[in-house]
């Protein structure tokens, strides 16, 4: 298999920093609930100005995404939970470093993308290399594996709806229609869903942190269009494996942001990660 097109890798890539970005911007909100709501809400309120002007995906492609909405779904319930019960920097490289191994895994089984011996071996490295984010304080003892088993859980729908996701869009005559209504069924529901249960607490939300929620929301929205244009053209491991590059980039935000060291073991995960994906995308 041919390896990614480097307008792809410069969009994915984007779309990595546009991830980190949002993850860093509403690190500092309230209520989570109310965050993933707006998040996920402002993308679905604009496109659904836009859904008229582009075409309804084709019958077969709404089973897609169906299943792309629910795993999304899962994905939101699970890290909430991992996050309950670990922090962020715990959880979160447990979820996006075990994705793309189980993308590779999932896109040759369903999709026949076979990986290069190369680009199989840049896979794990890299992937390993973001979960190795998560080990910093050490390895987690007998009573705090909670977490970690939450994030793999969380890791395994962020890899289903990939997966998902590049199959429908490759069944589609174009992506435009995809990548809207998928947008509009990930957010609109959970936007609702909290305007009618949640009025005032929301309001109140929306007040002290509504602008930094929608810029995280307009983020969002630009990062995952990117994603899934790039998975319209194949190459389900690759832009995985690039898009989770977002947990490095959190890092190194959070060292110039917020004066974070950049320990020992950031450095191994770093260059595992940077090497991991330059072995993938250069191997033939």
């Not at 077969?60 to 019960?85: D, K, N, P």
């Not at 447990?94 to 369903?110: C, F, K, M, Y």
């Not at 890899?159 to 199959?167: E, F, I, K, Q, R």
């Not at 990930?186 to 949640?198: F, Q």
Request: aromatic letters at 12%; proline letters at 4%.
């Amino acid at each position: 298999m041919s390896t990614i097109e480097p307008h792809l890798i410069g969009l994915v890539l984007i779309a990595a920093f546009t991830h980190a970005s949002w993850n860093a911007l509403v690190k500092t909100t309230g209520d989570g609930l109310c965050t993933f709501a707006t998040v996920m809400g402002t993308g679905a309120v604009i496109y659904m100005f836009v859904a008229p002007f582009v075409t309804l995906p084709e019958r077969e492609v709404w089973g897609y995404l169906a299943v792309s909405t629910l795993l999304h779904y899962g994905y939101f319930i699970f890290l909430w939970y991992a996050l309950r019960h670990g922090d962020l920097s715990t959880a979160y490289p447990v979820a996006r470093g075990s994705a793309p191994i189980i993308v590779g895994v999932g896109a040759t089984v369903l999709a026949g993308e076979v990986l290069s011996t190369q680009s199989t071996i840049g896979l794990a490295v890299a992937s390993s290399g973001i979960c190795m984010l998560a080990l910093e304080k050490g390895l987690p003892k007998q009573g705090h594996r909670k977490p970690f088993v939450l994030a793999f859980i969380t890791g395994l729908f962020i890899a289903s709806y990939t997966v998902v996701d590049g199959l429908g869009l490759t069944i589609a005559s174009e992506p435009w229609g995809y990548i809207v209504w998928l947008n509009i069924l990930d957010g609109a529901p959970l936007l609702l869903y909290v305007l009618l249960t949640r009025r005032q607490l929301y309001i109140e939300f929306l007040r002290i942190d509504g602008k930094k929620a929608v810029l995280g929301g307009v983020l969002a929205m630009i990062g995952y269009f990117f994603v899934l244009y790039a998975l319209s053209f194949g190459h389900m491991a690759h832009v995985s494996a690039l898009r989770e590059t977002s947990v490095l980039i959190a890092v190194i935000l959070g060292c110039f942001t917020l004066h974070e060291k950049f320990g020992p073991i950031r450095w191994v995960a770093a260059i595992a990660i940077v090497c991991g994906v330059a072995s993938m995308h250069l191997s033939g």
